[in-house]
């Protein structure tokens, strides 16, 4: 007996279902406020899987930027390199300008997580070209002024559009900071290249520049995004290597072929404290 109630239990359910379902008034003001909201949850939806694209792109071109970047230490002219690059990040940036075009109008925080890493990486690839030709970091003012675009009517970006409107995309803050985070792992990986081939001043150029950088996020502490504990400890391992290269070079450096510099230094591990990565 109670096995029979229990099978005509969802019969009953969706009997009941269907029966409101067709008792429902379509014309009632709560059903039509309902379609509003389901309008409005799916063109976000639809926005935000367009921006989480948009930023694929944006990521998957700045690392083939920072890959470019590198053979700077391998080429004899080093602007062509960087020349080359620079196209590369006007690419970059008309992606960007995308991402603007897609926020106009919209709270910026409720679409961040769509795009944040695509701008992280942008700006690990920006500020590296930057510093290999002005052996500086740029500044977050530097990046957010080339990042004005103009629109045209149809929605592409141009450089003369007739009627256009110009659009603005501002890295946040803490985009920025990752980026400069992540930036350090290239530097380290530039040092050791430019051992490779026998240039021994970069090492303690990037690391008395490091260094800078290593104390300015220390300052930050957990007053930062949750995300700089994390890189903090990768920023101190990579600093660790460059002065692990600085030291070798200049206690035995005149024992070690050039040629065998960059094997030493890949093959020597940088022993830290594990309490160092705790902020």
């Not at 080339?146 to 003369?160: N, P, Q, R, Y």
């Amino acid at each position: 007996m109670h096995k029979q109630k229990a099978e005509g239990c969802p019969q009953k359910i969706t009997d009941a279902a269907q029966y409101c379902e067709a008792s429902a008034d379509l014309s009632s003001p709560v059903i039509a406020a309902f379609k509003v909201f389901q309008k409005e949850l799916d063109t976000k939806h639809d926005k935000y899987e367009r921006l989480v694209k948009i930023s694929r792109d944006v990521t998957i071109e700045s690392k083939r930027t920072i890959f470019l970047l590198h053979r700077v230490t391998s080429v004899p002219d080093v602007e062509v390199v960087l020349n080359e690059a620079d196209g590369k990040l006007d690419g970059v940036r008309q992606k960007i300008g995308q991402i603007a075009e897609e926020l106009k109008g919209e709270d910026i925080f409720q679409f961040h997580r769509a795009f944040t890493a695509g701008i992280q990486e942008y700006v690990e690839a920006a500020s590296f070209h930057y510093y290999i030709r002005h052996r500086s970091l740029i500044s977050l003012e530097e990046i957010n002024a080339k990042l004005v675009f103009m629109i045209g009517d149809k929605g592409s970006a141009d450089t003369h559009p007739i009627g256009a409107q110009v659009l603005t995309f501002q890295v946040m803050p803490s985009d920025y900071l990752l980026g400069i985070a992540d930036l350090t792992g290239e530097l380290m990986r530039l040092c050791i290249s430019s051992v490779g081939n026998g240039d021994i001043d970069t090492p303690f150029q990037l690391s008395q520049f490091l260094c800078q950088i290593h104390d300015g996020f220390s300052f930050i502490g957990n007053t930062g995004p949750y995300e700089v504990s994390k890189k903090l400890h990768t920023l101190r391992q990579s600093l660790g290597k460059v002065e692990d290269a600085c030291y070798t070079l200049r206690v035995r450096g005149s024992e070690i072929p050039k040629h065998m510099l960059a094997d030493v230094f890949s093959s020597r591990n940088t022993h830290m404290d594990p309490e160092e990565g705790v902020v």
